[in-house]
Structures are given as structure tokens and as C-alpha cells.
């Protein structure tokens, strides 16, 4: 991925895709998808939004015990905006960021998925992901405070921001923070009226700081 590279607005309905894999937290993949969800059909943005899998459609068991059937199976090159979510410290055993790291697929399919136009995000230590696959080495990036070292350690240059948007990059904090990615990337791709009537549909403001290149 080149650093600071803000691709040009594509012509068509922006296309996000949100990643699922088993451990998953709950709350960092509704988040966002909820903010888009409601900026699509309250905010009339054109977009469409899919919960995808690295490999074949499939059940996905969160963290949290809910399973969601995922009919979209690995397919970024129909993305503009792809949104990878993170897990608990469940360590490399038990599903989670740790063991997909230890296991390598999720990573080496990462790796080979950016192309020019397509924006990659991640969601508290989804930038874990991001880092093993590489996509984070020089680049300024920001995850859970808990594991900012370990992103730090993959090469990610850690900008103390809630949001950090580098360019085709963009990685936020914990959990809670995939709300602020989420109204930030609407409010970059549609602009801040948009975003602003997520907001209150929403009831959320919007907190910390966004660090932009």
C-alpha cells in the first residue's frame, strides 16, 4: 500500500465489505456496519455494505457466542472500502486475532488484497491483522491501547488518535471506536451533513481525536 495514497471517489455506490472470522467482537463489526447501514438508507448515501468471510461463505461464531451466516465469500476486488474487525486476547488457541495470526492464512490473504482505489480499514486490534500481514510497516496506524506494542512491533508507526487515517489506511482504537471510524469515513466519502445525521440517529457523539495525513 503506498503511503498517503487517497483514492480518487469512485464513480459507482461505494462498495463495503465488513470481515468476519470466528472469535470476532461482536461490537466491532456491528458498529461500523450499522453506521453505514443507517447512512444508506437515512442519509440516502450510495453505498452497499456485505459481511464477507477470507474464504467461502460460511457460519461465523463471534466472540460473544452470536452466529452469523456470511453468504459472501472472499472478494475484494468488488470492495472500494474493506473493514477488518477485531477480537479479545483470547491467545493462539482459542478463535481470535491471536490464532489467526499463528495460523498465517487470514494474514497472507490480507496481504495480497490491496489494490489501487481500495481503502483498508480495521477496527481495535483488527490493526493486529493488518500489522502480520504487513500493511501496517511504516505506516501510521492505532489499535486497543492494550496492544499498541505488539502493532508497534509489526512496524506500524502508533499515532495516539481514535481514528488515524492515512490515506488508504485507516485504523481506529477499542471496540467502541469502529463508531467514529465508521462517521469519519462516511463523512469523508459523503461529506458532514451525512455524517452529522448519523450522529443523532444514532444518539452517539462522536469522541477523541482523527489524525489525518
Not at 466491532?28 to 447512512?39: H, K, L, Q, R, T
Not at 461464531?61 to 477480537?87: C, F, K, N, Q, Y
Not at 489499535?143 to 488518535?161: R, S, W
Not at 469515513?185 to 448519523?198: C, H, M, T
Amino acid at each position: 500500500m503506498t503511503a498517503h495514497h487517497r483514492p480518487d471517489a469512485a464513480t459507482g455506490p461505494l462498495r463495503v465489505q465488513v470481515l468476519l472470522y470466528d472469535g470476532i467482537e461482536e461490537q466491532d463489526f456491528v458498529g461500523p456496519y450499522e453506521v453505514f447501514s443507517i447512512a444508506r438508507s437515512a442519509a440516502r448515501a450510495p453505498l452497499t455494505i456485505d459481511y464477507v468471510t477470507a474464504d467461502v461463505p460460511r457460519t461465523i461464531t463471534a466472540g460473544g457466542g452470536t452466529r452469523v451466516e456470511v453468504g459472501t465469500g472472499w472478494s475484494p476486488w468488488d470492495a472500494d472500502l474493506l473493514i477488518v474487525p477485531g477480537s479479545g486476547l483470547t491467545g493462539p488457541t482459542r478463535p481470535g486475532v491471536e490464532l489467526e495470526i499463528a495460523k498465517g492464512d487470514l494474514p497472507r490473504t490480507l496481504a495480497a488484497a490491496p489494490r489501487p482505489g481500495l481503502v483498508v480499514a480495521s477496527v481495535c486490534t483488527g490493526a493486529l491483522l493488518l500489522g502480520a500481514a504487513g500493511l501496517t510497516r511504516g505506516r501510521r496506524c492505532i489499535t486497543h491501547q492494550m496492544v499498541k506494542d505488539k502493532l508497534a512491533a509489526f512496524g506500524g508507526l502508533v499515532t495516539e488518535a481514535r481514528v488515524v487515517d492515512d490515506g488508504d489506511l485507516v485504523t481506529c482504537g477499542g471496540v467502541t471506536s469502529g463508531l467514529d471510524l465508521g462517521l469519519h469515513l462516511v463523512r469523508r466519502k459523503f461529506g458532514a451533513d451525512a455524517a452529522d445525521l448519523v450522529t443523532r440517529i444514532l444518539k452517539y457523539e462522536p469522541r477523541g481525536t482523527v489524525w489525518t495525513s
